[in-house]
């Protein structure tokens, strides 16, 4: 998102505009809440949001930027709060953007590996949608039970599988995302084969709501393993560990073969406003 050259001077003059669209109940000026928004799970960082607004629409995320964009006032995405960078603390102030309330998953294909998902669902849950049709959504990071795939998405997660079958990244294949003005982009889809375009989707993954706010992800799937095991080696040294799982790793994970395709996708605009939204940080 671009960046207001400084910080509003008076960020709540947006309020009464912001209740209008959500209502009172998704609107909180509070202390409990300006507290409670105020850090992630980041030690040591700590912003101070105006105001906290949980937003449950694509159309609802639109229009609170657009709103913000018109008041100048910075906005910051968030989900659960679990990262460790400090990517959903309001450093600015302004409007803490809520995302926890877009928790539904639209769809799952498993004739095509594929599922839909808002950004509030938790990557646990996801996982187990997947599973139901035996079917595995790989990433898994150690805060899978809490972190929104929204989160993941913007932060570029990892994961304790990201060895073997790569990062959040590596699986998505479609987004739709809001602009700091308020217009709606659509980013990738369903098809694997789809070369038109800018990569934009490997743009947004990683970009921890700087860019834009993700309001859907479509997911690739894979056929879930016949059995899982755990296993516990111990090692003489971490060199020695080192060595052992690159001895491990089948050719086709070694690093010249790690490196991702580029997927180029075609964007497509619903809308387009000005934009002027200082940048926020997701998850």
Known sequence: MSTSPSRPTDPIAAEPALRGLLGDDRVRVDAAARTAYAIDATPLHHG??????????????????RLASEHRVPVVPRGAGTNLSAAAVPHLGGVVLVLTGMDRIRVVEPDNLLLVTQPGVTVATVQAAAAEHGLLYPPDPGSAATATIGGNVATGAGGLRGLKYGVTRDYVIGVEAVLAGGEVIRCGGSATKDLAGYDLVRLLCGSEGTLAVITEI??????????????LAYFDSPAAAGRAVAASAPARYSSSARTAPSRPSRATSRRSPPAAVAPGRPR
């Open 218 to 231: 479509t997911l690739r799937l894979l056929p879930r393993p016949e059995g899982i095991a755990v296993g």
């Open 48 to 65: 101070a949001p105006d105001v906290v607004v949980f937003p449950e629409t694509t159309e609802e995320v639109a229009a609170v930027l």
